[in-house]
């Protein structure tokens, strides 16, 4: 496992989904309207449990990105691309029943994202070390 990287990755991804649940709760239409998607306010209610799992994320992130066991770090990074990897898959069925083509590039960045987690999680028999003495 490259831990170090894999930490930096986890305090980075800690941050964007930070930033994505405030947005999503502050301005609920703007990140849907970026890829063409229209919600009326009582549509809200999808931002609002879609920026649950964001902060949710955010802190699964930050708080893993702080752990001295391999096992929280595997376990995170997992987390984090199966939840990538699916949001994926759903958008790709949201482009095939008419959303704009716009959400392909949302698309990729998810399948980046869910590659790097899963190439830094993986294990070469090395021992991890810890991150500033907590566990």
């Known amino acids: 496992m490259n831990d170090k990287r894999l930490r930096i ?3 980075a991804h800690g941050l964007v989904t930070l930033a994505a649940g ?3 709760v ?5 990140i849907p309207a970026l890829v063409g998607a229209q919600l009326g306010s009582s549509g809200f209610i999808v931002a609002y449990l879609l920026a649950g799992a964001e902060l949710g994320f955010s802190f699964l992130s930050f708080e893993s990105a702080l752990s001295a066991d391999a096992k ?3 376990a995170a990074a ?3 691309a199966a939840f990538h990897g699916t949001s994926a898959l759903v958008e790709l069925y949201a482009y095939a029943n008419g959303l704009g083509p716009v959400i392909l590039l949302n698309v990729a960045v998810r399948v980046i994202v ?3 987690f899963l190439l830094l999680a993986r294990t070469h028999g090395r021992t991890l070390l810890p991150a500033s003495g907590r566990n």
């Open 26 to 30: 502050v301005r609920p239409g703007f």
């Open 72 to 74: 929280i770090l595997r």
């Open 22 to 24: 405030i947005v999503l």
């Open 78 to 80: 997992h987390a984090c």
């Open 9 to 11: 990755l986890l305090f």
């Open 114 to 116: 869910a590659a790097l």
